[in-house]
Nanobody
């Protein structure tokens, strides 16, 4: 079993920055990839970013490219999401997700473990 704990959410103004963290703990057997997803009220959960095991392969939703950066520290089993130039439409609950493997899966259903989520609110 793997536990994921997100932190770093909050209330900010448009144009501000936030850094989310997600720490994985528990029985981690092998290499794994991590992803960030978000869900706004009344909307479906959507992909934000993902990172492969080595950290060299990163993937982003078009809506956040150039503004968000995903990174990881394997020694700490932690993944980060640096969010710059935040917009009101970035307001959502942000979830991190864990999947064994080297390359992030395209389908969120393939992520095995999920965090509880952290709220990000961006005011205009």
């Amino acid at each position: 079993q793997v536990q994921l704990v997100e932190s770093g959410g909050g209330l900010v103004q448009a144009g501000d920055s936030l850094r989310l963290s997600c720490a994985a703990s528990g029985r981690i057997f092998s290499n794994y990839v991590m992803g960030w997803f978000r869900q706004a009220p009344g909307k479906e959960r959507e992909f934000v970013a993902a990172i492969g095991w080595s950290g060299r392969n990163t993937y982003y939703a078009d809506s956040v490219k150039g503004r968000f950066t995903i990174s990881r520290d394997n020694a700490k089993n932690t993944v980060y999401l640096q969010m710059n130039s935040l917009k009101p439409e970035d307001t959502a609950v942000y979830y991190c997700a864990f999947s064994y493997g080297y390359i992030p899966p395209p389908d969120p259903i393939e992520y095995r473990y999920w965090g509880q989520g952290t709220q990000v609110t961006v005011s205009s």
